[in-house]
Protein backbone atom coordinates (compact mmCIF):
# COMPACT_ATOMS: atom_id res chain seq x y z
CA UNK A 1 0.00 0.00 0.00
CA UNK A 2 1.01 3.52 -1.02
CA UNK A 3 2.13 5.55 2.25
CA UNK A 4 0.31 8.87 1.95
CA UNK A 5 2.69 11.83 2.26
CA UNK A 6 1.85 13.90 5.30
CA UNK A 7 1.72 17.76 5.95
CA UNK A 8 0.61 19.01 9.90
CA UNK A 9 0.29 22.58 10.15
CA UNK A 10 0.99 23.52 13.33
CA UNK A 11 2.54 26.10 15.88
CA UNK A 12 4.75 23.92 18.25
CA UNK A 13 2.16 22.01 20.51
CA UNK A 14 -0.89 20.53 19.14
CA UNK A 15 0.78 19.79 15.98
CA UNK A 16 3.43 17.99 17.88
CA UNK A 17 0.94 15.76 20.00
CA UNK A 18 -1.28 14.50 17.07
CA UNK A 19 2.47 13.17 15.37
CA UNK A 20 2.79 11.85 18.43
CA UNK A 21 -0.07 9.88 19.07
CA UNK A 22 -1.75 9.13 15.21
CA UNK A 23 1.07 9.52 12.87
CA UNK A 24 4.42 8.31 14.66
CA UNK A 25 4.49 4.67 14.28
CA UNK A 26 2.23 3.89 11.72
CA UNK A 27 3.58 3.14 8.87
CA UNK A 28 0.53 3.99 6.46
CA UNK A 29 1.78 7.56 6.61
CA UNK A 30 4.90 9.34 5.99
CA UNK A 31 4.64 12.85 7.67
CA UNK A 32 7.09 14.75 5.12
CA UNK A 33 6.87 18.29 6.74
CA UNK A 34 5.88 20.22 10.05
CA UNK A 35 4.62 24.11 8.92
CA UNK A 36 4.94 26.79 12.37
CA UNK A 37 2.58 29.95 12.88
CA UNK A 38 2.29 31.67 15.64
CA UNK A 39 5.15 31.49 17.79
CA UNK A 40 8.29 33.19 16.17
CA UNK A 41 11.43 31.17 15.63
CA UNK A 42 10.18 27.94 15.57
CA UNK A 43 10.32 27.60 11.73
CA UNK A 44 13.82 26.13 10.45
CA UNK A 45 14.12 23.75 12.83
CA UNK A 46 13.65 19.70 12.83
CA UNK A 47 11.38 17.40 15.37
CA UNK A 48 14.46 15.10 16.02
CA UNK A 49 14.62 11.99 15.46
CA UNK A 50 14.84 11.06 19.28
CA UNK A 51 10.76 12.16 19.18
CA UNK A 52 9.89 11.21 15.57
CA UNK A 53 10.71 7.23 16.17
CA UNK A 54 11.96 4.63 14.15
CA UNK A 55 10.37 5.47 11.00
CA UNK A 56 12.18 8.82 10.86
CA UNK A 57 15.69 8.64 11.23
CA UNK A 58 16.43 11.80 10.01
CA UNK A 59 13.82 13.72 12.12
CA UNK A 60 10.93 16.29 9.91
CA UNK A 61 11.78 19.53 9.15
CA UNK A 62 9.82 22.68 10.30
CA UNK A 63 9.04 25.16 7.47
CA UNK A 64 7.05 28.58 8.03
CA UNK A 65 3.43 28.33 7.28
CA UNK A 66 3.84 30.84 4.41
CA UNK A 67 5.74 27.74 2.52
CA UNK A 68 2.66 25.65 2.60
CA UNK A 69 1.65 25.95 -0.77
CA UNK A 70 4.61 24.87 -2.28
CA UNK A 71 5.41 22.10 -0.06
CA UNK A 72 2.70 20.43 -1.39
CA UNK A 73 3.56 20.51 -4.14
CA UNK A 74 7.44 20.00 -3.71
CA UNK A 75 6.90 17.06 -1.45
CA UNK A 76 3.84 15.50 -3.29
CA UNK A 77 1.71 15.87 -0.21
CA UNK A 78 -1.33 14.16 -0.15
CA UNK A 79 -3.10 15.63 2.92
CA UNK A 80 -2.43 18.75 5.27
CA UNK A 81 -3.51 18.37 8.80
CA UNK A 82 -4.35 21.78 10.54
CA UNK A 83 -3.10 21.10 14.31
CA UNK A 84 -3.12 24.59 16.41
CA UNK A 85 -5.99 26.51 18.00
CA UNK A 86 -7.18 29.92 18.35
CA UNK A 87 -7.98 30.60 14.72
CA UNK A 88 -11.31 31.89 13.43
CA UNK A 89 -13.27 29.63 11.26
CA UNK A 90 -13.16 31.76 8.30
CA UNK A 91 -9.01 31.71 9.03
CA UNK A 92 -9.50 28.32 9.18
CA UNK A 93 -11.42 27.46 5.55
CA UNK A 94 -9.17 30.43 4.02
CA UNK A 95 -6.10 28.08 4.77
CA UNK A 96 -8.11 24.58 3.84
CA UNK A 97 -8.77 26.26 0.49
CA UNK A 98 -5.04 26.78 -0.13
CA UNK A 99 -4.91 23.23 0.96
CA UNK A 100 -7.41 21.95 -1.75
CA UNK A 101 -6.63 24.19 -4.29
CA UNK A 102 -2.89 22.88 -3.89
CA UNK A 103 -4.21 18.90 -4.87
CA UNK A 104 -4.27 18.04 -0.84
CA UNK A 105 -6.85 16.74 1.38
CA UNK A 106 -7.27 19.24 4.39
CA UNK A 107 -8.15 17.02 7.60
CA UNK A 108 -8.97 18.54 11.62
CA UNK A 109 -8.07 15.39 14.00
CA UNK A 110 -10.81 15.18 16.42
CA UNK A 111 -10.32 13.48 20.12
CA UNK A 112 -11.05 10.20 20.04
CA UNK A 113 -7.86 8.97 18.45
CA UNK A 114 -5.50 12.10 20.00
CA UNK A 115 -7.03 12.33 23.80
CA UNK A 116 -4.43 9.69 25.98
CA UNK A 117 -5.90 7.82 28.48
CA UNK A 118 -5.16 8.24 32.56
CA UNK A 119 -5.23 6.09 35.29
CA UNK A 120 -5.71 8.74 37.88
CA UNK A 121 -9.19 11.08 37.80
CA UNK A 122 -8.16 13.92 35.06
CA UNK A 123 -10.31 17.19 35.20
CA UNK A 124 -9.44 19.42 32.06
CA UNK A 125 -9.81 23.10 31.62
CA UNK A 126 -10.46 24.38 27.93
CA UNK A 127 -11.77 28.06 27.12
CA UNK A 128 -13.36 29.29 24.32
CA UNK A 129 -10.70 31.79 23.47
CA UNK A 130 -7.06 33.00 25.15
CA UNK A 131 -7.56 35.22 27.44
CA UNK A 132 -10.98 33.86 28.81
CA UNK A 133 -9.61 32.88 32.16
CA UNK A 134 -8.12 29.40 32.15
CA UNK A 135 -5.09 29.64 33.96
CA UNK A 136 -7.12 31.57 37.21
CA UNK A 137 -10.10 28.82 36.97
CA UNK A 138 -7.76 26.04 37.15
CA UNK A 139 -5.80 27.62 40.08
CA UNK A 140 -9.49 27.99 42.02
CA UNK A 141 -9.91 24.29 41.07
CA UNK A 142 -6.45 23.54 42.88
CA UNK A 143 -7.62 25.58 46.03
CA UNK A 144 -10.60 23.17 46.41
CA UNK A 145 -8.69 19.81 45.75
CA UNK A 146 -5.92 20.72 47.70
CA UNK A 147 -8.48 21.55 50.40
CA UNK A 148 -10.18 18.49 50.29
CA UNK A 149 -6.41 16.79 51.17
CA UNK A 150 -5.87 15.54 47.72
CA UNK A 151 -2.58 15.98 45.99
CA UNK A 152 -2.79 17.44 42.20
CA UNK A 153 -0.56 17.03 39.30
CA UNK A 154 -0.85 19.94 36.87
CA UNK A 155 -0.05 18.99 33.10
CA UNK A 156 0.46 22.64 30.86
CA UNK A 157 -0.40 22.66 27.49
CA UNK A 158 2.71 21.96 25.28
CA UNK A 159 5.29 25.42 24.80
CA UNK A 160 8.85 23.78 23.58
CA UNK A 161 10.48 26.50 22.51
CA UNK A 162 13.08 25.75 23.00
CA UNK A 163 15.67 22.56 22.63
CA UNK A 164 12.76 19.83 22.03
CA UNK A 165 14.72 16.61 22.87
CA UNK A 166 15.71 18.38 26.29
CA UNK A 167 11.88 19.46 26.60
CA UNK A 168 10.36 15.91 26.64
CA UNK A 169 9.38 15.74 29.54
CA UNK A 170 9.85 18.01 31.93
CA UNK A 171 8.98 18.88 35.75
CA UNK A 172 8.55 22.11 37.65
CA UNK A 173 8.57 21.85 41.90
CA UNK A 174 10.53 24.86 42.20
CA UNK A 175 11.15 27.94 41.32
CA UNK A 176 15.04 27.27 40.34
CA UNK A 177 13.21 24.43 37.92
CA UNK A 178 12.02 27.73 35.73
CA UNK A 179 15.69 28.88 35.49
CA UNK A 180 16.50 25.05 35.26
CA UNK A 181 14.63 24.17 32.05
CA UNK A 182 15.31 27.67 30.66
CA UNK A 183 11.86 28.97 30.44
CA UNK A 184 10.48 31.64 28.31
CA UNK A 185 8.31 34.61 30.06
CA UNK A 186 5.22 33.01 28.50
CA UNK A 187 6.13 29.61 30.69
CA UNK A 188 6.85 31.05 33.78
CA UNK A 189 3.16 33.09 33.26
CA UNK A 190 2.01 29.18 33.49
CA UNK A 191 4.20 27.32 35.56
CA UNK A 192 5.16 29.62 38.47
CA UNK A 193 1.44 29.98 40.14
CA UNK A 194 1.55 26.45 40.29
CA UNK A 195 4.38 26.16 41.97
CA UNK A 196 3.94 29.31 44.03
CA UNK A 197 0.99 27.29 45.16
CA UNK A 198 2.93 24.36 46.27
CA UNK A 199 1.72 21.75 43.38
CA UNK A 200 3.63 20.27 40.11
CA UNK A 201 3.45 20.82 37.06
CA UNK A 202 4.42 19.02 34.08
CA UNK A 203 4.86 20.11 30.33
CA UNK A 204 7.19 19.35 27.49
CA UNK A 205 6.92 17.51 23.97
CA UNK A 206 5.83 14.15 24.66
CA UNK A 207 2.38 13.87 26.27
CA UNK A 208 2.39 10.08 26.59
CA UNK A 209 5.96 10.01 28.71
CA UNK A 210 4.39 13.07 30.38
CA UNK A 211 1.48 11.58 31.73
CA UNK A 212 2.93 8.58 32.99
CA UNK A 213 5.28 11.01 34.78
CA UNK A 214 2.58 12.94 36.58
CA UNK A 215 1.03 9.39 37.33
CA UNK A 216 3.92 8.17 39.43
CA UNK A 217 5.18 11.64 40.32
CA UNK A 218 7.38 11.31 43.87
CA UNK A 219 5.20 13.82 45.37
CA UNK A 220 2.09 11.42 44.95
CA UNK A 221 -0.85 12.24 42.86
CA UNK A 222 -4.38 11.88 43.27
CA UNK A 223 -6.02 13.88 40.35
CA UNK A 224 -4.47 14.93 36.93
CA UNK A 225 -4.77 18.39 36.26
CA UNK A 226 -4.97 19.59 32.60
CA UNK A 227 -4.02 23.09 32.01
CA UNK A 228 -5.35 23.98 28.56
CA UNK A 229 -3.93 26.60 26.42
CA UNK A 230 -5.17 28.52 24.04
CA UNK A 231 -8.45 27.51 23.10
CA UNK A 232 -7.35 23.43 22.36
CA UNK A 233 -9.08 20.76 23.90
CA UNK A 234 -7.45 17.92 26.00
CA UNK A 235 -4.77 15.64 25.44
CA UNK A 236 -6.33 13.41 28.01
CA UNK A 237 -9.26 11.95 28.16
CA UNK A 238 -11.25 13.73 31.28
CA UNK A 239 -13.61 12.84 34.33
CA UNK A 240 -14.75 16.32 34.28
CA UNK A 241 -14.18 18.90 31.37
CA UNK A 242 -14.16 22.40 32.44
CA UNK A 243 -14.94 25.02 29.72
CA UNK A 244 -14.05 28.77 30.38
CA UNK A 245 -16.35 31.59 28.27
CA UNK A 246 -15.89 34.83 27.88
CA UNK A 247 -18.81 37.53 27.57
CA UNK A 248 -16.15 40.46 26.31
CA UNK A 249 -16.07 38.30 23.33
CA UNK A 250 -19.94 37.18 22.77
CA UNK A 251 -19.83 35.20 19.71
CA UNK A 252 -16.71 33.78 20.21
CA UNK A 253 -17.66 30.60 21.45
CA UNK A 254 -19.23 29.36 18.17
CA UNK A 255 -16.88 31.13 16.16
CA UNK A 256 -13.33 29.98 16.84
CA UNK A 257 -11.47 26.66 16.34
CA UNK A 258 -11.30 24.66 18.64
CA UNK A 259 -12.99 26.71 21.11
CA UNK A 260 -16.51 25.88 20.19
CA UNK A 261 -15.54 21.72 20.49
CA UNK A 262 -14.24 22.70 23.85
CA UNK A 263 -17.94 24.44 24.54
CA UNK A 264 -19.28 21.32 22.71
CA UNK A 265 -17.37 18.91 25.21
CA UNK A 266 -18.03 20.68 28.63
CA UNK A 267 -19.58 19.40 31.64
CA UNK A 268 -19.33 22.89 33.32
CA UNK A 269 -18.82 26.15 31.78
CA UNK A 270 -17.57 28.55 33.40
CA UNK A 271 -18.98 32.12 32.42
CA UNK A 272 -15.85 34.56 33.46
CA UNK A 273 -15.64 38.46 33.98
CA UNK A 274 -19.70 39.18 34.73
CA UNK A 275 -18.25 41.90 36.88
CA UNK A 276 -17.04 43.79 33.97
CA UNK A 277 -18.70 42.66 30.70
CA UNK A 278 -21.65 44.08 30.11
CA UNK A 279 -25.23 42.56 30.50
CA UNK A 280 -26.36 41.80 26.90
CA UNK A 281 -23.21 40.14 25.97
CA UNK A 282 -23.72 38.04 29.32
CA UNK A 283 -27.21 37.04 27.89
CA UNK A 284 -25.56 36.22 24.33
CA UNK A 285 -23.03 34.09 25.61
CA UNK A 286 -25.64 32.54 27.78
CA UNK A 287 -27.95 31.87 24.98
CA UNK A 288 -25.44 30.62 23.31
CA UNK A 289 -24.00 27.65 25.73
CA UNK A 290 -27.71 26.90 25.90
CA UNK A 291 -28.09 26.04 21.80
CA UNK A 292 -24.88 24.21 21.68
CA UNK A 293 -24.74 22.23 25.17
CA UNK A 294 -28.10 22.62 27.32
CA UNK A 295 -26.80 19.61 29.24
CA UNK A 296 -23.91 21.60 30.47
CA UNK A 297 -23.79 23.41 34.69
CA UNK A 298 -22.84 26.71 34.16
CA UNK A 299 -20.74 28.77 36.51
CA UNK A 300 -21.04 32.66 37.31
CA UNK A 301 -18.04 34.41 37.99
CA UNK A 302 -15.99 37.31 38.11
CA UNK A 303 -12.29 37.67 37.87
CA UNK A 304 -11.26 39.85 40.91
CA UNK A 305 -8.62 41.99 41.04
CA UNK A 306 -6.10 43.09 43.58
CA UNK A 307 -3.61 46.11 43.17
CA UNK A 308 -0.02 45.77 45.32
CA UNK A 309 0.55 49.17 45.39
CA UNK A 310 -2.35 51.48 44.23
CA UNK A 311 -0.38 54.57 44.75
CA UNK A 312 1.53 54.05 41.49
CA UNK A 313 -1.23 54.18 39.46
CA UNK A 314 -3.68 56.92 41.13
CA UNK A 315 -3.03 60.56 38.97
CA UNK A 316 -0.15 58.68 37.19
CA UNK A 317 0.83 58.20 33.51
CA UNK A 318 0.83 54.38 33.60
CA UNK A 319 2.17 52.19 30.58
CA UNK A 320 -0.01 49.14 30.83
CA UNK A 321 1.71 45.47 30.52
CA UNK A 322 -1.05 42.53 30.18
CA UNK A 323 -0.04 38.72 29.24
CA UNK A 324 1.20 38.33 25.40
CA UNK A 325 -0.54 35.70 23.78
CA UNK A 326 -3.75 37.07 25.62
CA UNK A 327 -3.32 40.32 23.61
CA UNK A 328 -1.96 38.89 20.23
CA UNK A 329 -3.53 35.48 18.89
CA UNK A 330 -6.09 36.36 21.64
CA UNK A 331 -7.59 39.59 20.32
CA UNK A 332 -8.06 41.09 23.48
CA UNK A 333 -7.85 44.61 24.17
CA UNK A 334 -8.77 45.15 27.66
CA UNK A 335 -7.36 43.25 30.63
CA UNK A 336 -6.77 43.07 34.68
CA UNK A 337 -4.27 45.96 34.16
CA UNK A 338 -6.12 48.40 32.06
CA UNK A 339 -9.49 47.71 34.12
CA UNK A 340 -6.93 48.41 37.32
CA UNK A 341 -5.65 51.63 36.02
CA UNK A 342 -9.14 53.24 35.47
CA UNK A 343 -10.51 51.83 38.65
CA UNK A 344 -7.64 52.99 40.67
CA UNK A 345 -7.57 56.88 38.55
CA UNK A 346 -4.33 56.41 36.70
CA UNK A 347 -3.98 60.09 34.69
CA UNK A 348 -3.29 59.01 31.40
CA UNK A 349 -2.63 55.24 30.22
CA UNK A 350 0.49 55.48 27.72
CA UNK A 351 0.40 54.04 23.84
CA UNK A 352 3.67 52.18 24.03
CA UNK A 353 3.65 51.88 20.56
CA UNK A 354 5.69 54.63 19.17
CA UNK A 355 8.70 53.55 21.38
CA UNK A 356 8.34 49.64 20.73
CA UNK A 357 11.84 48.32 19.45
CA UNK A 358 12.76 44.92 17.49
CA UNK A 359 10.69 42.22 18.09
CA UNK A 360 8.08 44.05 19.94
CA UNK A 361 7.73 46.89 16.96
CA UNK A 362 7.40 43.38 14.82
CA UNK A 363 4.67 42.16 17.20
CA UNK A 364 3.24 45.53 17.16
CA UNK A 365 2.88 44.89 12.86
CA UNK A 366 1.88 41.83 12.98
CA UNK A 367 -1.34 42.78 15.67
CA UNK A 368 -2.23 46.27 14.68
CA UNK A 369 -5.11 45.86 16.85
CA UNK A 370 -3.73 45.37 20.18
CA UNK A 371 -3.88 48.60 21.14
CA UNK A 372 -2.87 50.96 24.38
CA UNK A 373 -1.47 48.02 26.16
CA UNK A 374 1.81 46.48 26.06
CA UNK A 375 2.05 43.08 25.45
CA UNK A 376 4.33 40.85 27.39
CA UNK A 377 6.27 39.04 24.97
CA UNK A 378 9.21 36.60 25.71
CA UNK A 379 9.92 33.77 23.83
CA UNK A 380 13.72 34.18 23.75
CA UNK A 381 16.04 36.33 24.86
CA UNK A 382 15.92 39.03 22.43
CA UNK A 383 12.82 39.72 22.79
CA UNK A 384 13.17 39.88 26.20
CA UNK A 385 15.78 42.40 25.54
CA UNK A 386 13.75 44.00 23.37
CA UNK A 387 10.59 44.31 25.72
CA UNK A 388 12.94 45.76 28.51
CA UNK A 389 13.97 48.68 26.02
CA UNK A 390 10.18 49.37 25.24
CA UNK A 391 9.57 49.76 29.01
CA UNK A 392 12.54 51.84 29.21
CA UNK A 393 12.07 54.13 26.26
CA UNK A 394 8.10 54.67 26.97
CA UNK A 395 7.62 58.09 28.22
CA UNK A 396 5.29 57.36 31.57
CA UNK A 397 5.30 57.70 35.22
CA UNK A 398 5.08 54.24 36.16
CA UNK A 399 4.54 50.55 35.06
CA UNK A 400 1.50 48.55 35.81
CA UNK A 401 2.52 44.58 36.01
CA UNK A 402 -0.67 42.49 34.77
CA UNK A 403 1.28 39.28 34.26
CA UNK A 404 0.56 36.14 35.41
CA UNK A 405 4.11 36.32 37.26
CA UNK A 406 6.28 39.23 38.78
CA UNK A 407 7.90 40.35 35.57
CA UNK A 408 10.06 42.79 37.72
CA UNK A 409 12.06 39.18 38.88
CA UNK A 410 13.03 38.43 35.14
CA UNK A 411 13.63 41.78 33.66
CA UNK A 412 15.27 44.92 35.24
CA UNK A 413 12.49 47.59 34.78
CA UNK A 414 14.01 51.07 36.18
CA UNK A 415 10.36 52.78 36.40
CA UNK A 416 8.53 52.60 39.41
CA UNK A 417 5.92 49.67 39.12
CA UNK A 418 3.13 47.74 40.78
CA UNK A 419 1.77 44.42 40.20
CA UNK A 420 -2.03 43.39 39.49
CA UNK A 421 -3.04 39.93 40.08
CA UNK A 422 -6.47 38.19 39.14
CA UNK A 423 -8.36 35.62 40.59
CA UNK A 424 -11.88 33.18 39.69
CA UNK A 425 -14.75 34.52 42.64
CA UNK A 426 -17.78 32.25 41.64
CA UNK A 427 -20.88 34.39 42.00
CA UNK A 428 -24.40 32.54 43.58
CA UNK A 429 -24.63 28.97 43.15
CA UNK A 430 -23.41 26.48 41.48
CA UNK A 431 -20.04 27.11 42.63
CA UNK A 432 -16.54 25.11 41.51
CA UNK A 433 -17.26 23.66 45.11
CA UNK A 434 -20.30 22.14 44.08
CA UNK A 435 -19.10 20.90 40.92
CA UNK A 436 -15.97 19.71 42.58
CA UNK A 437 -18.10 18.11 44.75
CA UNK A 438 -17.14 14.53 43.12
CA UNK A 439 -13.45 14.67 44.03
CA UNK A 440 -12.61 14.17 47.56
CA UNK A 441 -11.40 11.04 49.76
Known sequence: MTQRKIIII???GRDFHNFNT??????????????????PDIAGRKYPPSLAGHLYPDGIPIHPQDDLERLIKELDADECVFSYSDISY????????????AGADFTLLGHKNTMLKSTKPVIAVGAARTGCGKSQTSRRIVEILMAKGLKVIAVRHPMPYGDLEAQKVQRFASIDDLTKHRCTIEEMEEYEPHIARGNVIYAGVD????????????SGCDVILWDGGNNDFSFYRPDLMVTVVDPHRPGHELSYYPGEITLRLADVVVINKIDSADYDNILAVRENIERVNPRA????AASTISVENPDVIRGKRVLVIEDGPTLTHGDMKIGAGIVAAKRFGAAEIIDPRPYAVGKLAETFRIYPNVGKLLPAMGYGEEQMRDLTATIERTDCDSVIIATPIDLGRVIKIAKPTTRVEYSLQEIGQPSMEDVLAKFGK
Open 10 to 12: GAA
Open 22 to 39: VYRNNSAYKVVAFTAAQI
Open 90 to 101: NTVMGIGAKVNA
Open 207 to 218: YEAILRAAENDP
Open 297 to 300: VVVD
